[in-house]
């Protein structure tokens, strides 16, 4: 019923011509903060240009086009309601326009604020959303943008709004159909439950991120999850990191030589992991780093510390040298024992 409502509600308004003004009573939404995120995710989304918000009546007034007090509408029939979605609204499509869709997710594992605005930035800028807005007490993710990336907020969501005691295993892919504005169709989440600290896990995202040089490498602190945006190459090398880092290892061992073939204008298309456990203190392992990057003139070094591990991308010729170099020190320091 309230679907043709709205129908012959948008018809009339429509065929007029004429701004729409509307008053919402709220039932279910109580708190002053509450109310004021509630009112700022419906004037973002919806693009409603005039709203006043009344704490002690709990009303929300606006005026606007009939297409945006629609949208505004059926988000205030969906949220304010004693009882909300398990996981998402269905979708509702904005009237007049070919590919514009809203849907509000519920993100209900996500314990604590701080895990559900990563989760949101992730969503925002996998996705390259404009319109990504929350009412943090519902946990309620209101996004506004073409079905591709709608469809694809819904993957992640899924996958990354799992309870505590959830089983991931990795990695999982998704692969996005539009690719007119950019050519990175896929997307993938990679666990890393071997980094033990936040910092841990930073460090290897910060080493994917580089070595790879992959724009949109985003992290979910809480269950370790890094999620990557790239071409089929970049989230492969990806990948490929999360696999090696997470290795046992001694001292002296190395990856093997990973070949990537994305063009690059010095030929530092090889990757290496290099381990070297025999350094008694961080400060002394980034000393070393340190000296093999000038040594070897390689750009892009990075280091993971938990596992005294040094990536390295460069040419045959610079990671030749850097694996002579620690054979040698390896060497030198046999002979002092």
Same mark, same amino acid.
């Given at each position: 019923?309230?679907?043709?409502?709205? &129908?012959? =509600?948008?018809? *009339?308004?429509?065929?007029?011509? #004429?701004?729409?003004?509307?008053?919402?009573? %709220?039932?279910?939404?109580?708190?002053?903060?509450?109310?004021?995120? =509630?009112?700022?995710?419906?004037?973002?989304?919806?693009?409603?240009?005039?709203?006043?918000?009344?704490?002690?009546?709990?009303?929300?007034?606006?005026?606007? @086009?009939?297409?945006?007090?629609?949208?505004?509408?059926?988000?205030?029939?969906? %949220?304010?309601?004693?009882?909300?979605?398990?996981?998402?609204?269905?979708?509702?499509?904005?009237?007049?326009?070919?590919?514009? &869709?809203?849907?509000?997710?519920?993100?209900?594992?996500?314990?604590?604020?701080?895990?559900?605005?990563?989760?949101?930035?992730?969503?925002?800028?996998?996705?390259?959303?404009?319109?990504?807005?929350?009412?943090?007490?519902?946990?309620?993710?209101?996004?506004?943008?073409?079905?591709?990336?709608?469809?694809?907020?819904?993957?992640?969501?899924?996958?990354?709004?799992?309870?505590?005691? !959830?089983?991931?295993?990795?990695?999982?892919?998704?692969?996005?159909?539009?690719? @007119?504005?950019?050519?990175?169709?896929?997307?993938?989440?990679?666990?890393?439950?071997?980094?033990?600290?936040?910092? #841990? =896990?930073?460090?290897?995202?910060?080493?994917?991120?580089?070595?790879?040089?992959?724009?949109?490498?985003?992290?979910?602190?809480?269950?370790?999850?890094?999620?990557?945006?790239?071409?089929?190459?970049? *989230?492969?090398?990806?990948?490929?990191? !999360? @696999?090696?880092?997470?290795?046992? &290892?001694?001292?002296?061992?190395?990856?093997?030589?990973?070949?990537?073939?994305?063009?690059?204008?010095?030929?530092?298309?090889?990757?290496?992991?290099?381990?070297?456990?025999?350094?008694?203190? &961080?400060?002394?392992? #980034?000393? %070393?780093?340190?000296?093999?990057?000038?040594?070897?003139?390689?750009?892009?070094?990075?280091?993971?510390?938990?596992?005294?591990?040094?990536?390295?991308?460069?040419?045959?010729?610079?990671? !030749?040298?850097?694996?002579?170099?620690?054979?040698?020190?390896?060497?030198?320091?046999?002979?002092?024992?």
């Amino acid at each position: 019923m309230r679907a043709t409502l709205i &129908v012959f =509600f948008l018809s *009339v308004s429509v065929a007029l011509g #004429q701004d729409v003004s509307r008053v919402f009573h %709220l039932h279910h939404i109580d708190k002053d903060q509450d109310l004021n995120e =509630f009112a700022t995710m419906i004037r973002a989304v919806a693009d409603v240009p005039k709203m006043s918000v009344d704490a002690a009546q709990k009303t929300l007034s606006m005026s606007g @086009t009939a297409v945006q007090i629609a949208v505004a509408e059926w988000m205030y029939t969906e %949220l304010d309601r004693q009882t909300l979605p398990e996981f998402a609204t269905k979708e509702f499509k904005v009237p007049n326009k070919e590919d514009d &869709v809203v849907r509000v997710f519920f993100l209900h594992n996500t314990k604590t604020i701080q895990d559900f605005q990563e989760v949101t930035t992730t969503v925002r800028t996998i996705t390259e959303m404009r319109r990504v807005f929350t009412f943090n007490t519902a946990r309620a993710l209101a996004v506004r943008g073409t079905v591709d990336q709608i469809a694809a907020t819904e993957w992640m969501v899924r996958e990354l709004d799992q309870p505590a005691d !959830a089983k991931r295993t990795g990695p999982r892919e998704y692969q996005m159909t539009d690719t @007119t504005l950019r050519p990175e169709p896929a997307v993938r989440i990679l666990y890393l439950p071997y980094t033990s600290t936040i910092q #841990q =896990f930073q460090e290897v995202a910060t080493m994917v991120r580089t070595i790879g040089e992959i724009r949109r490498v985003f992290t979910y602190n809480t269950p370790r999850a890094l999620i990557v945006r790239g071409t089929p190459d970049q *989230v492969a090398l990806a990948a490929w990191f !999360a @696999t090696e880092l997470g290795k046992p &290892v001694t001292a002296g061992t190395a990856s093997t030589p990973y070949h990537y073939p994305v063009p690059d204008r010095s030929g530092e298309n090889l990757v290496r992991v290099f381990y070297v456990k025999d350094v008694p203190t &961080v400060a002394a392992f #980034q000393q %070393l780093a340190t000296q093999i990057r000038t040594t070897a003139q390689t750009r892009r070094l990075f280091t993971y510390n938990e596992t005294k591990a040094v990536a390295v991308r460069g040419t045959e010729a610079q990671l !030749a040298l850097v694996d002579q170099m620690l054979k040698d020190r390896a060497l030198q320091l046999a002979s002092n024992q």
